[in-house]
């Protein structure tokens, strides 16, 4: 079991190699938008082999972990950028951290724009692959994005992140619009 460490015995715990454990901190953006008064968010795929064949639950809002003496918002868009390509701006709206099932925080903050996913050229990242082969090989971090209407954005995001919907339907005045007209004939739903 790990204790902490009080403060100002960082040395004393980096001397017995038991320095504590920082908590990861991450910021992203949340994208959306109104499509015929329905609500609609931009979530990104994660790249590589391990979410290859994965959707439902996988898709995140575009993210990153916080750098040392970089801000919250600053790190946010640099994140976004990182994984779409593509700049951000406009007027931000903060919304509530979340505490993810790993133990990570993420901030978060909604804006109103429009990106289209076609567009989207990710940075990569490099890993061993296949396991044990030895072998390097790149693959991006982004590997798609889409737009989203809300009760789809549940079923796809993160577990960790659909707190984010939810704070956003309340902030950004979506009411009963922000789902759409469903009936059990309609082709686009399963």
Request: hydrophobic letters at 35%; glycine letters at 10%.
């Amino acid at each position: 079991m790990r204790h902490p460490v009080p403060a100002g015995s960082e040395k004393a715990a980096s001397d017995r190699g038991t320095l504590p454990r920082r908590k990861k901190i991450s910021a992203g953006i949340l994208v959306y938008r109104f499509t015929l008064d329905v609500l609609e968010v931009f979530l990104v795929h994660p790249g590589g082999p391990f979410w290859a064949k994965r959707d439902r639950g996988s898709w995140s809002i575009p993210k990153g972990e916080l750098e040392e003496g970089a801000g919250l918002l600053q790190t946010a868009k640099r994140e976004f950028r990182e994984e779409t390509g593509l700049p951000i701006d406009g007027e931000f709206i903060a919304l509530t951290p979340l505490r993810q099932p790993g133990g990570k925080l993420v901030h978060a903050w909604a804006v109103n724009g429009e990106i289209d996913p076609s567009c989207v050229k990710s940075n990569t990242f490099s890993m061993e692959w296949p396991p044990r082969s030895g072998m390097q090989q790149q693959f991006p971090e982004v590997d798609r994005a889409q737009w989203f209407a809300i009760p789809e954005a549940v079923e796809k995001l993160l577990p960790g992140q659909r707190g984010f919907l939810e704070e956003l339907k309340q902030k950004v005045g979506a009411g009963p619009t922000a789902f759409p007209a469903q009936t059990p004939h309609d082709p686009k739903r399963r």
